[in-house]
């Protein structure tokens, strides 16, 4: 049997974009995946901090995960069972991180100059108080603390409808990545989930000799990077019960929306035979 790996976004996926809880039976099946010894990989726009709690709820604290997009990859230490020879890497704490993005504060700095030079309004998680984030986002003071942690990202929380394409455009000119996912928008230089997962999976064919086939499930244009690396990529419904048009090679679209969906997809992906 080839092994399988499980790469997930969490946001409008594993998690309801709008309310932030998962599905009722999320739990349970990602127990079972792991007692199936099928890895369950966190990909998201989502701050260590944050993907930090994710992992507490679902028991996945011995898994790699992405962060920011594809920020870093964080390894649990002696999670591969061989030396990890990748540029920008580092050992801290109990992990091994791969950094792929830039510092949040050259981003920061990158955008006032937008904002000055443009006269273009917009609120970035630095430009608000924690209690205005938690109110804006609808989340806990302490879910706001976490979101706020970021290290190569910004998410832009409040901009006009009307200023958001001369946005991205001032924003590109200036190398950075305008990445929109479900409520908000990132910001990012020289990284994306693909970059990130183009080098975890590398490490999990040495990991188990090529005898692994990848899984990708996302919602959104921001899974697209993530999705296209992946032997069988699937799509979740959104809110509104659509899919994302994403033109990807083989691509399932399942039914169910966030985490229903996830279900549905969690439970094909067992009964699946181990060809693509």
């Known amino acids: 049997m080839r092994h399988k790996v499980i790469f997930v976004d969490i946001d409008g996926t594993l998690i309801d974009i709008n309310t932030g809880e998962y599905g009722e039976n999320t739990k349970g099946l990602i127990y079972t995946l792991k007692e199936n010894n099928i890895p369950v990989i966190l990909c998201s726009a989502k701050t260590w901090a944050e993907q930090n709690k994710v992992r507490e709820d679902l028991e996945l604290s011995g898994e790699p995960f992405i962060i920011e997009n594809g920020g870093a990859i964080i390894i649990p230490k002696g999670y591969f069972h061989f030396s990890i020879d990748t540029p ?7 992990c091994f991180i791969i950094e792929l993005g830039t510092s949040t504060g050259e981003i920061r700095s990158k955008l006032n100059n937008i904002r000055k030079k443009f006269k273009i309004e917009f609120k970035g998680v630095s430009d608000i108080s924690l209690e205005n984030l938690a109110k804006i986002a609808g989340m806990s003071i302490d879910y706001a603390h976490r979101m706020a942690q970021r290290e190569y990202s910004e998410t832009i929380i409040q901009i006009g409808k009307n200023d958001l394409a001369r ?7 200036v190398g950075l990545n305008v990445i929109h996912g479900g409520r908000f928008f990132d910001v990012t230089i020289g990284n994306d989930k693909g970059k990130a997962v183009d080098i975890l999976t590398k490490l999990f064919k040495k990991k188990y000799h090529n005898d692994v086939i990848f899984f990708g499930l996302g919602d959104s244009e921001n899974d697209f990077s993530m999705l296209k690396h992946m032997d069988i990529p699937m799509l979740v419904q959104r809110p509104d019960r659509s899919w994302s048009n994403l033109v990807i090679k083989n691509i399932i679209k399942i039914q169910g929306i966030g985490p229903e969906g996830c279900k549905n997809a969690f439970n094909k992906i067992m009964e699946l035979s181990d060809s693509p």
């Not at 920008?88 to 109990?94: A, P, V």
């Not at 946005?167 to 590109?172: C, K, P």
């Open 88 to 94: 920008n890497s580092k050992e801290m704490r109990d």
């Open 167 to 173: 946005f991205t455009h001032a924003a590109e000119e």
